[in-house]
């Protein structure tokens, strides 16, 4: 019978992140040119505080997570807490709308000014 040590578990999680992460960073090295040009570990590092502050507006999900990142990757990592971005503040800090919906809020406010919550 095969046995999997703890430490085993815990090596390949960090892989799958760490590859999970990669992938973010190739998507954003394609998606947008002003990324391209970074060094590989600073666009990974990116990538990093994206995923590391995902949680704290509800975006657990692996999909939702790569949303987030993309629009990390057109506005800025600091999306929401800069004049340029203020307008994506308010709805990643709304406690009744889901990770999800949040997204599909600042994705619709991108297209339609009027769709600011």
Do not use: C, Y
């Amino acid at each position: 019978m095969l046995v999997i040590r703890a430490e085993q578990l815990l090596e390949f999680q960090r892989g799958q992140v760490d590859r999970f992460e990669w992938e973010l960073s190739v998507m954003l090295r394609n998606e947008f040119p002003s990324m391209a040009a970074l060094p590989p570990d600073e666009l990974i590092s990116i990538v990093r505080a994206g995923r590391w502050r995902a949680p704290s507006f509800a975006i657990f999900r692996r999909q939702d997570i790569i949303r987030f990142v993309w629009l990390i990757g057109k506005h800025g990592p600091d999306i929401g807490e800069t004049p340029v971005t203020a307008w994506a503040g308010p709805i990643l800090r709304r406690p009744d709308r889901s990770g999800s919906e949040k997204l599909a809020a600042l994705e619709a406010w991108e297209g339609n000014p009027d769709e600011k919550t």
